[in-house]
């Protein structure tokens, strides 16, 4: 089972980041979860997403296409996903499939904070 938790950013301050917690597994199961987390976080228009990982048991291949998604989504509004957290087994599917070169990994949410500072 997955669920997601949002943090959402301070609408005073477009920079500021979205945080996207995915906790479980993200099975061919949990597609349907994914796909509307995908759609909330493409409205939002933020500069900066992390997706935290941390708690993340699984990833699927159909999950990780969701990400490519999230991935374009962004990116076409000026922004950019990162994922933070990621172990274990996550990790080695994120290498194997070299979702790390278009998505960076970092091992906490400030890490990536200071690498994507506004300039």
Request: hydrophobic fraction near 50%; glycine fraction near 6%.
């Amino acid at each position: 089972m997955l669920s997601i938790e949002f943090d959402q950013p301070d609408p005073k301050n477009p920079a500021a980041p979205m945080t996207v917690r995915l906790i479980g597994e993200a099975s061919l199961a949990e597609e349907g979860i994914l796909e509307r987390a995908a759609l909330r976080i493409s409205a939002a228009h933020p500069k900066l997403v992390l997706l935290d990982f941390k708690h993340l048991r699984f990833l699927a291949s159909l999950a990780m296409s969701e990400l490519v998604q999230i991935h374009h989504a962004v990116s076409a509004h000026g922004g950019r996903v990162v994922i933070v957290g990621a172990a274990g087994v996550v990790r080695d599917a994120l290498h194997r499939s070299k979702l790390h070169q278009i998505l960076p990994l970092y091992e906490t949410a400030q890490e990536a904070l200071q690498a994507h500072q506004p300039a």
